[in-house]
């Protein structure tokens, strides 16, 4: 019988097969599922022994693996044959594999690795909530259990070059990799005629940055305590080998309505698996005036730029604007490339300071990491409630001078300082850079050892910039 295969925004033209012969990658794992299924071949039905390993699907003969095909953004559909009855077809590349008998558990667990078709049957479309250069987020219910979901919504007319698959499908495997809650939680993929779509945890507290534009002055404890959590989320993305890359207010979410206790860290657009060779998707990314100097001028960068970032944020709390306000785009882009900070405008104690100088680091090498910065005195009080449920390993001689550092914590927590959201983070539009060569760039020495990018500039509301996608980019342009 001839299938009519509809095309794939996920199929790989330069990977045309669809089964893989040679060995497993992890043979010695333990089978999630095994059962004997009815597949075609030759115009009739015979059993044949199947096997799930994760995301790889097995197919054994004589009790002997045959062959298997990694399912990871494969296309998963229910099908019908009136012989045998209800069947899941798996579709890669072109090609497909259908098998038949008690299929729906086996469909429960594939959904998690592969793509859907079925949009419009499982959920309904609500209102709007949020918008960018590729992709609309919209408010959406669950057709069976009502449960509500954010649904990420891109446009396939609007992703025509081969770089838009490509991100798509390694902020997909980056979520799909992390998920823990610290991260927004990605649930299923699916794909449409015009759309694709994300099914996302649906966060009901909103952006950090609109908690910020309409909070009361921060506290310098209530500062440490938002700032202790962040870097514990960073932390746990870094210990999967992730940078993020857009750390900034619009992509910390808050999972209840003022609820600074409960957040997490959203929009993995420009995430990447760290690299030593500096080979990345994209590789000038992130937003400027929230991003580390050595990303802006093109040196080989590691985790730490996520910390700088962190540092960034702490500043925008105490003083109330980001530290590279600027006149314009161009300004901001420029205070952000030499790291011009007035560190004497922020209103903190000494082992306060220490830490923002620390996380703000011009030099990446002597910056805080995230284990550091989380072992820092400054956050004595947090580490001691939260030992029991966040293990961190001990602190390598971060801090000398402040041996005393419990007679400052109990002076610190009586400071107050004045926060005003009148700066340009409360209005800032979304723009796009890209990609550059690194082969001519000055380099840094990178820190960690360890293990995979998009530039949304911030600027105030009234320099409107157009989204832009460049293959070089160079000092010269900003």
Not at 66 to 95: D, H, M
Request: proline share 4%.
């Amino acid at each position: 019988m001839d299938v009519k295969l509809k095309d794939s925004f996920f199929d790989d033209p330069e990977s045309p097969t669809f089964w893989v012969y040679n060995s497993l990658p992890n043979q010695d794992q333990i089978l999630e599922m095994q059962d004997t299924m009815y597949i075609q071949k030759d115009q009739e039905f015979c059993k044949r022994n199947l096997g799930i390993q994760k995301n790889y699907l097995l197919y054994f003969k004589k009790q002997k693996l045959q062959k298997w095909v990694n399912l990871n953004n494969s296309t998963l559909e229910y099908v019908k044959n009136q012989s045998v009855g209800l069947g899941i077809r798996i579709q890669k590349n072109k090609q497909y594999f259908e098998f038949y008998g008690d299929v729906e558990p086996w469909y429960n667990y594939l959904r998690q690795y592969c793509i859907q078709r079925n949009f419009s049957q499982n959920y309904t479309l609500l209102k709007k909530i949020g918008q960018g250069n590729f992709a609309d987020v919209h408010q959406a219910t669950n057709k069976f259990d009502g449960a509500e979901y954010a649904i990420k919504c891109f446009k396939k007319c609007k992703l025509k070059e081969s770089v838009d698959r490509l991100s798509i499908i390694k902020e997909i495997s980056i979520m799909k990799k992390i998920q823990n809650e610290s991260v927004i939680k990605l649930y299923e993929v699916f794909e449409g005629d015009d759309c694709l779509y994300l099914v996302l945890e649906y966060l009901r507290g909103g952006e950090l940055h609109q908690y910020i534009k309409k909070s009361p002055p921060f506290t310098e404890e209530k500062c440490s305590k938002l700032i202790f959590r962040i870097l514990k989320a960073v932390y746990q993305i870094h210990e999967k080998g992730i940078l993020h890359r857009d750390l900034k207010p619009e992509n910390i979410m808050l999972r209840n309505k003022d609820d600074l206790d409960n957040i997490c860290i959203g929009d993995f657009g420009l995430a990447d698996h760290y690299t030593s060779s500096g080979q990345y998707l994209f590789t000038r990314c992130g937003t400027p005036g929230y991003v580390a100097p050595e990303l802006l001028q093109d040196k080989l960068y590691d985790f730490k730029i996520d910390i700088y970032s962190v540092g960034i944020l702490m500043y925008i709390l105490i003083v109330g604007k980001s530290p590279f306000d600027g006149k314009d785009y161009d300004d901001v882009v420029m205070r952000n490339y030499y790291a011009k900070v007035k560190f004497e405008d922020c209103k903190l104690s000494e082992i306060g300071m220490n830490l923002l100088k620390g996380l703000m680091n011009k030099n990446p090498i002597q910056r805080f990491s995230a284990e550091e910065a989380l072992n820092h005195p400054w956050f004595a009080k947090e580490n001691y409630y939260k030992t029991s449920l966040f293990k961190i390993r001990k602190q390598n001689l971060v801090l000398k001078k402040f041996t005393n550092c419990e007679q400052q914590l109990n002076q610190f927590s009586a400071l107050s300082t004045q926060f005003s959201p009148k700066s340009s983070l409360s209005s800032l539009s979304p723009y796009g850079l890209t990609k550059c060569n690194l082969d001519d760039s000055p380099q840094t020495p990178n820190t960690p050892i360890a293990q995979h990018p998009f530039l949304s500039p911030r600027t105030p509301g009234r320099f409107k910039l157009k989204p832009v996608r460049k293959s070089q980019f160079t000092l010269k342009q900003i």
